[in-house]
């Protein structure tokens, strides 16, 4: 069965700290994997994207994740939080066999 | 365009009562996709068409769900005989044809089941 895990419901950092969300996909076929934020009262939109080729991939507002096979992971980074990261960040796959899979989300806060 | 709009945003019904959502996708995308959303959750796929057929449901579906893409163009979400249980947001999402493009996702309409 597909799946997508991610640890840790909730995270919070302070604002300027390092921002670090997991997750680990289970897919019998390499997946292609994509992280979203849901910004409170709005739609999902795309924050970054895995296909193929480099494994270190870069999206909007500083952030980056890198696709580790051996370890299953696609885990999303940032630097420095800031107030305006405050959002749900969901990790998704896509095996091209069916639809889009998420994971649970993890609700990130940012204390000042 | 404006990108995947969904209508209406939020919608309260009372129990046993048939409700239909509209979903209307991007215009050049073959794929359409529905989730729900419950609070605490991420979305959980419910079916998606390419074009106007529908490919896959999934088992969460009950027989009292049914969508349609009739042309290919928009989409309809219909629950019938509504369950408190049913209360959730229901997300409409577009893509091209390939799997690794993105999908882009309305905001939803909120159900209330009363």
């Known amino acids: 069965a597909q799946s997508v895990t991610q640890l840790g419901s909730h995270v919070s950092v302070s604002e300027g700290a390092l921002v670090l969300l997991r997750c680990n996909y289970s897919s019998s076929v390499p997946p292609y994997l994509f992280w979203y934020v849901q910004y409170p009262n709005q739609g999902l939109q795309l924050l970054l994207k895995y296909t193929t080729g480099a494994t270190l991939v870069k999206g909007i507002n500083g952030f980056e994740a890198e696709f580790k096979k051996s370890e299953t992971s696609f885990h999303l980074t940032k630097p420095s939080a800031h107030m305006s990261d405050a959002a749900e960040y969901f990790c998704v796959q896509d095996t091209g066999r069916r639809a889009l899979t998420f994971g649970s989300g993890t609700r990130l806060q940012v204390q000042p | 365009d404006t990108g995947v709009s969904q209508n209406p945003r939020h919608k309260i019904t009372k129990r046993g009562q048939n409700v239909t959502f509209r979903c209307d996708p991007i215009?050049?995308?073959?794929?359409l996709y529905w989730y729900r959303q419950t609070l605490g959750q991420g979305p959980e796929f419910l079916t998606y068409?390419?074009?106007?057929?529908?490919?896959?449901k999934s088992r969460l579906l009950s027989d009292r769900f049914s969508a349609e893409r009739p042309k290919g163009s928009f989409s309809t979400l219909e629950i019938q005989r509504t369950e408190q249980g049913d209360s959730a947001m229901y997300l409409c999402?577009?893509?091209?044809?390939?799997?690794?493009?993105?999908?882009?996702f309305g905001q939803g309409t909120r159900l209330t089941v009363v």
């Open positions: 068409f390419q074009n106007e057929a529908q490919l896959e």
């Open positions: 215009s050049e995308h073959n794929r």
């Open positions: 999402a577009s893509s091209l044809e390939m799997a690794n493009t993105e999908a882009f």
